[in-house]
């Protein structure tokens, strides 16, 4: 009895120790975890708990035990150079091995897999091998998987959000959804057949590879840490990398790009867009803030013959990547007890500097300021046009982003000092004047002084050559040649306009008007006897007559010759643009670089504009007038825009020079288009004591009795009327001749205004009597 009992134990234990060795499907998998040793670093080896390399089949029985599986915590068998005879077709057995952490049996011929016992699984190597499937579940701490060079058709990894490191490459997916991988950091898609990749919101993604594939687009908004990005061999067509400032590697060859966003505050120091023939528009940093940038991409451009492209940074009109804003409100200190609500808001002229760059903005009295800036400590600075008139507190401010965090609050308050009345006129063409057409004008007229001016407007013209069609204010009075407004409070800082629409004679008519011809046109702004730059009060415009539309042009409104009185005196121009295109124009930059050695670029100020537009000058000499979101229409009704603006000429110009002026017009993303040079010479004209205008000559002045007004040959005088600093017109005189004398002897002693009307227009001049 007792030898059954022992036979039946012996039994029992034989067969309890053969339960606790792995029964694998794959005898070569059991092969070769047997063949690994303390020494096996090539094909086949593990690394036990402690990470040291030892046997698995620690007994030496030809066995591998669950307890012996369970000292495994790193097994490879990389079998690249393994004949197919020694490549495993299964795992099965694997689930075992519960310590497991980095599992690596790549280049075999596994066709499925099932991991989800393996809980403690890190690492993940896979690759090459003929996988038709692949599940996640269970593998709640895999941080890194290689499952590329297989036949996956599609994969989930909804369950696996902890992955760091993804590689899919070598498969058959034509979509990934990879948005739930909110660790992810890289990922490797390429030679699939995508045409669909989600990257959502992947806040940690350092690196995309996706070359060879179909895609058509790649959502990088929401990946800001992205640094290198391998592209090629798709067909993309749009790459915005605008949130991207950590981007310094981009290989985007052989797609069909169009356009490419890397306006982001970052450098770009490597970059290939070879193999992208229809490539039109790069958009980059402003030089000032990533230097070589551009030139860098135009060199590439260049290289491969993308003649059409257009590079500039006017995708978007705040600095590249992250920025901060000021933001606040100037307000008029009219009680003299400090700025509140109930003052009105105020214009004000901002420096911008951060130590090695400088920038200007210009903001209106419509709305609050906001400024964008990018990261660093940056001073800024109101500019007062007028410093005797007012002063301004706080002086400046400093703002250090990011360590006063996001925004900075900062309002300014604009106190008079004393009253001072000084108003400004100004009269610039809408549009062209075309010989039997209606030409467009504005009476620009603004109160720079302290105080609320009440007065009245002069506007002079030839009324010969042209007849009134419209105004859109009432004309109080009107004579020949001549039209008077009035105004009232006009407060300051405040600035209005009256539009005037003429049409002009044709060629055929007994005074005829042909291409080539010059029109004349005046304004003056009183009170003049108070104002305290009585410059200003006075607006002329010389326009020439054309035949045909030119539809984006530059204009100096003083004409293409002025008198040496202009020198360091305020200039006007006048860019006109229109949409000539087949959609809607959403943003325009008119950019102008300034010659810095003809121009005062810090006495420029901005008069008007078709549209709402903004003002900022940068990298010394260039001034942009940005029109955001205008959508400009393509129709030929309502197709046009312009802006205006003013600028001193340097004091060291001299009789004969002359001064230039250009800009180019930027459409959305298109080519600029530039505009004629606007050339004017500065000549010393044949006047004794005043010069006035090209054609005429006045003398004596002062002047007791007899005051002579001559005309060269080329201007025919039609009438002078003589105003006093009121501007009631106190004597007319007509039908002169080429020399004519015309007696003020009966006229108080003071100052007074002649107005000149000629065949060459009208012009305007001072004298005293004695």
Known sequence: MKNFYLVITCLVLSVATRAQNIIFSDPMLKSWLLATS??????????????????????????????????????????????????????????????LKTLIVDSNLLTSVDLSELHNLETLYIFNNSLTTFDCNGLTALKNLSIGGNELVDLDFSQSPQLVQLDVSLNLLTSLDAQSLQNLVNLNVSHNHLSTLNLGSLPSLWTLYCNDNQLTAIDFSNTPLIDDVRCMNNQLSVLDFSDSSQLTTLICSNNLLTHLYLKNGGFQNFVEIDGNPTLRYICVDEAE????????????????????????????????????QVNGEARLDSGFNGCDDSDMLSPIVFNVSNGENAATFFFSANAPFSISLPEGLHTI???????????VFPTSVVADFPTQGNEVQQNFCITPNGNHIDVESVVIPVGIARPGFDATYKIIYRNNGTVATNGEIQFTFNDDLMDLVSTSSAVVSATANQLVFAYNDLQPFQQRDITLVFNINT???????NAGDDLGYGSIIFPLSEDENPHDNFGDLKQRVVASLDPNDKTCLEGDVVASEMIAEYVHYMIRFENT????????????????????????????????????????????????????????????????????????????????????????????VVTNTATTTIQQLQVSDFDFSTYFTLYPNPV???????????????????????????????????????DVSQLKTGTYFIRVFSSKGSAISQFIKK
Do not use: W
Request: with cysteine.
């Open 704 to 742: 007791a009795n007899v005051l002579n007004v001559k005309s060269s040959d080329e201007a025919d005088i039609t009438s002078v009327s003589i105003f006093n600093d009121l501007g009631q017109i106190v004597l007319t005189a007509v039908d002169f001749s080429e020399a004519s004398a015309i």
């Open 38 to 99: 303390t020494s096996s670093t090539g094909t086949v080896f593990a690394r036990d708990l402690n990470d040291n390399l030892f046997a698995v089949d620690a007994d030496g029985d030809g066995e591998i035990s669950i307890a012996e599986a369970q000292q495994v915590s790193y097994f490879r068998l990389s079998c690249s150079s393994c004949l197919n005879e020694y490549k495993l077709t299964s795992l099965d057995g694997i689930e075992n091995f519960s310590n």
């Open 289 to 324: 803030n990533i230097p070589f940038e551009a030139d860098n991409l135009q060199y590439f451009a260049d290289l491969n013959g993308y003649v059409n492209c257009v590079i500039n940074s006017y995708c978007a009109f705040t600095p590249g990547g992250n920025t901060y």
């Open 581 to 672: 295109g087949t959609a809607n124009a959403q943003n325009i930059v008119v950019k102008d670089m300034i010659d810095a050695t003809k121009f005062d670029i810090a006495t420029l100020v901005p008069i008007n504009g078709s549209h709402p537009f903004e003002t900022r000058i940068s990298s010394g000499n260039k001034v942009e007038f940005i029109f955001e979101n205008i959508e400009l229409p393509f129709e030929d009704a309502n197709n046009d825009g312009y802006v205006a603006f003013k600028i001193k000429t340097l004091p060291t110009l001299a009789v004969g020079d002359t001064f230039s002026n250009s800009a180019s017009i930027y459409f959305d993303y298109n080519f600029p």
């Open 507 to 513: 060629p055929m008519e007994s005074l005829p008007v």
């Open 381 to 391: 600075a109101p500019i007062l046009a007028n410093p005797n008139y007012y002063s």
